[in-house]
């Protein structure tokens, strides 16, 4: 694991405790679009390409209603920012790395007004040296397009780079794009479901993780 320069990081249930906040917003969006999903259902599905979650959960639907549902959506994840919180030891975590020189980009495909909430939650910009947002590709994770634009944002190769996240698309995404991809589960996705995806290992929260940095090749 030496020579990595460049630590990606998904955002939603990973550096932020967002997962079952965006499920209830999904939840109400589609009950209001008259179909009732469970919920395990949409957390099994959150941080998948919206369109494409939205196609396995509720069947294939015309333009206009995807439109709308997403449209609910962000209506009411916004409604439920204020609470967001920044899980325990991240500010630490990103701090950290970027003063031990590692170059961190937030890999995420969030629209910019909702990463713009996410970035303020974590409240860390001085360790961040680059984001990723909706406008930056056409379809989400598991593509690995977000993943690529994060490394040229990076100005790394995949093989200098270590992608951070709690969801099997993000392994998916990862792996694809030629990153070595490592769980951190805090988004309610089981350990065992991120290493059959391709976790390389997981971490049980960023307390762990920062303890086994020597483990990635990534202390000093």
Known sequence: MTGRRAVLFDIDGTLVDSNYLRVDAWHRAVQTMGVDVEARRIHRSIGQDSGQMLDSLVGDRDAHWVTEAKRLHAHNYSSLAPRLRAFPHIHELLSVLAEQGHI????????????????????????????????????AKPDHDIVRVALERAGVEPTEAIFIGDSVWDMMAASRAGVQPFGMPLGGIAAEMLVEAGAGAVFENPADLLARLADLGLSD
């Open 104 to 139: 961190v980009v937030l890999a995420t495909s969030a629209p910019e007004d909702e990463l713009r909430m996410l970035l303020e939650v974590l409240d860390s910009a001085d360790a961040i040296h680059a984001t990723t947002n909706s406008d930056d590709v056409d379809v």
